[in-house]
């Protein structure tokens, strides 16, 4: 069969509730950031992040965390075929905080949770035949029920030529050896769960552990005495994990020291978040694992990733994608704060967001002035007019990828709330409208609190008018409040939409547009999305896409914005920005809402009317955008078959 998956992984999958503020008990925790959790789901994350084909095996809660985590698993990359839904059971739940580099005061919800649930039953035999590799982990060969599905999972992959790995991943408090309070325990002896463990051991290829869990898959609280019981019982290369120390493979008998073992290099690195650690670093060993690197580089891999996971809050959102650890492992260690690396955060930010949006055609009804100023408008009005832009969204949509909207939600708040869900890109202004110097919404604050109040499928979009010619102080206020909102959407886990528009300040040349460009990266700023207006030259194009990829190669594009231009000018100028792969596609408003607009505001147009009207122009402009996109690439083609590319 083809193995078309290269790692499943299986057993415990959770949500984890980690407290935000740090240093202090779980008691005085005031908020919580939302991740996926569980040691296999976290490494079913870390190794797809890293570009492996990976899978899960588990069960969730038929409810809204269940939901949660089979869809953050398919935005990170992994198969969620296993991934199966208890229609009794809740989604367990972890609360978590950082107190110190060695306490993490932690709580598991976890009673009678969805994932103990997992049966023989779940095991599919095709699922497992397509890869290269099972991994396991400890607490699911802790009850006889989820021993059983555990082990027919190993025997299955085995008889078709897989792999086998096991982390011990122990956690006393699952095993029933300590309470509820003592969720950070580590270490509890136990004959009872040693000889579960050691029952189970020949059935893996690689063993995985810190001391303390070599300690309880052993019976001894000597590691080099216990690593020799798990190999009387075990053929596995056995991996232990030193902490500080670094990790070492042991592929044949157990030396009389540690440091006889073959090792990879370590990092010098502060210590932030011990939690998820180990399971970064088994992500990263898998990696090397099942591409048959040397064990000195698959500990490189692995040591490397478990750096990132200790030096950043969260488990699963530390684990870095594959051209992050390309580019840590070429550069080395700057600062030992990982997390304050900007360099390095960057990539990080910007290799692991989510979803495809290489397609862009965006409907923008963000408008809040143009609209105040027509003909009937009121408050309530236009709110109800932008549901209506809505609904035409949605019909040229059609549940199909690549299609969005701008909306705000000041006037449009009804019609943003509602597009939450639907599969569109969805875009929310925070400048006030028409500011020069730029002002921002009030309901952001003076702090720009207000972003931690907004769904993270929300982009922050800010529009500046600005140009290289702007006097030095105006440029200066301009530039601080854009640098403090990009810093919070940062904060807030945002993307972020910068749009310029020089051409309304002064004229405007093929430099004017890069040159701002590239002074918004000069401090700083890197936004995930540009909004630039429409550029007559392809010179001027060519010297934006530059200024953009010299400084950043990961950023999401580039979108047109229209200007309410015509369709045949917007034709134009889609012909010319088609042919930049940088560019996604358009945001466009006035040119698709403004004769229903005035219309249905006047009273002279039923609902229908303006849905019917709104969306025959949009759809219309996204033919003359793919159309645009098209002819690109034929002349691309033909260009290349004739040796001129």
Same mark, same amino acid.
């Given at each position: ?18 407290? #935000? ?26 190794? &797809? %992040? ?35 839904? +208890? ?9 978590? @905080? ?16 969805? +994932?103990?649930?997992? !049966? ?17 982990? $400890? =607490? ?5 029920? =989820? ?15 897989? %792999? ?19 969720? +950070? ?75 006889? $073992? ?25 990696? $090397? ?8 580089? #698959? ?26 650890? =390309? ?61 209506? !832009? ?73 529009? !500046? ?22 810093? /919070? ?85 889609? &012909?010319?920005?088609? @042919? ?6 358009? &945001?466009?408003? %006035? ?10 505001? /006047? ?8 849905? +019917?009207?709104?969306? @025959?122009?949009? %759809? ?26």
């Amino acid at each position: 069969m083809n193995k078309s998956l290269d790692v499943i992984t299986i057993g415990r999958s959770s949500v984890d509730l980690y407290g #935000a503020q740090i240093g202090g008990r779980l008691e005085d925790m005031g908020s919580f950031n939302k991740y996926i959790g569980g040691s296999p789901t976290n490494i079913a994350a870390g190794t &797809a %992040r890293l570009g492996l084909r990976s899978a899960l095996i588990t069960r969730v809660g038929d409810e809204h965390m269940g939901r949660f985590i089979r869809e953050e698993l398919a935005r990170e990359g992994v198969d969620v075929a296993g991934v199966k839904t +208890d229609p009794e059971r809740l989604t367990a739940l972890v609360l978590l @905080g950082i107190r110190d580099e060695e306490k993490f005061p932690l709580i598991f919800y976890r009673e009678n949770c969805a +994932d103990m649930a997992l !049966c023989e039953d779940d095991i599919d035999e095709v699922l497992i035949a397509r890869s290269l590799s099972v991994v396991a982990t $400890g =607490t699911h060969l802790s009850h006889p029920r =989820t021993e059983k599905a555990v082990r027919k999972a190993l025997e299955l992959a085995r008889k078709h030529g897989a %792999r086998t790995a096991l982390d011990i991943d122990y956690r006393p408090n699952l095993w029933g050896l300590a309470g509820h309070g003592d969720g +950070d325990s580590r270490f509890v002896e136990s004959g009872s769960v040693t000889a579960r463990l050691q029952a189970t051991l020949h059935l893996f290829d690689l063993i995985v552990g810190t001391e303390e869990e070599f300690h309880i898959a052993g019976g001894s609280t000597d590691t080099v005495e216990a690593l020799r019981a798990v190999r009387n019982v075990s053929n596995a290369t056995l991996v232990c994990k030193r902490g500080a120390d670094g990790a070492v493979a042991f592929r044949g008998a157990i030396p009389d020291t540690l440091d006889e $073992g073959e090792s990879g290099p370590g990092y010098p690195i502060e210590v932030f978040n011990v939690l998820g650690a180990g399971d970064g670093f088994m992500s990263g060993l898998i990696k $090397g694992w099942l591409e048959d690197a040397s064990w000195p580089r #698959a500990l490189q891999y692995a040591n490397a990733c478990g750096a990132f996971a200790v030096s950043r809050h969260g488990c699963t959102p530390a684990y870095p994608s594959l051209e992050e650890l =390309t580019f840590f492992l070429e550069r080395g260690v700057k600062t030992k704060a990982l997390r304050h690396d900007e360099a390095l955060e960057q990539i990080h930010w910007a290799t692991n967001r989510h979803n495809d949006w290489s397609m862009m055609r965006v409907f923008a009804f963000d408008h809040r002035m143009q609209l105040e100023a027509m003909t009937g408008a009121t408050t309530e009005k236009i709110g109800r007019f932008k549901e209506l !832009c809505l609904q035409a969204a949605l019909v040229v949509q059609g549940g199909d990828s690549g299609y969005g909207i701008l909306c705000d939600n000041r006037l449009g708040k009804s019609a943003l709330h509602a597009a939450s869900g639907t599969g569109l890109w969805i875009g929310r202004p925070v400048e006030w409208p028409g500011s020069r110097p730029l002002t921002l919404e009030p309901e952001l604050g003076p702090d720009f609190g207000g972003l931690d109040e907004w769904p993270l499928d929300n982009v922050v979009k800010v529009l !500046c008018f600005c140009h290289p010619d702007d006097p030095l102080d105006l440029r200066d206020a301009q530039e601080e409040t854009i640098r403090r909102l990009f810093a /919070a959407a940062r904060r807030s886990r945002l993307e972020f939409l910068l749009e310029i528009i020089p051409s309304k300040v002064s004229p405007v040349d093929d430099e004017t547009n890069a040159a701002l460009i590239r002074r918004f990266y000069e401090i700083g700023i890197y936004p995930d999305w540009w909004k630039l207006e429409p550029m007559a030259s392809r010179t001027a194009w060519e010297k934006a896409c530059k200024a953009i990829t010299d400084h950043d190669p990961n950023t999401r594009g580039i979108v047109v914005l229209g200007l309410e231009a015509p369709e045949e000018e917007l034709a134009a100028s889609f &012909a010319i920005a088609a @042919g930049f792969p940088l560019v996604k596609g358009f &945001a466009v408003g %006035r040119t698709i809402f403004a004769k229903a607009a005035r219309a249905w505001l /006047a009273g002279t147009i039923s609902d229908a009317d303006a849905v +019917d009207d709104m969306q @025959g122009r949009y %759809r219309r402009l996204c033919a003359i955008w793919q159309d645009a996109r098209n002819k690109s690439k034929e002349h691309e083609a033909t260009e290349t078959s004739h040796g001129r590319v």
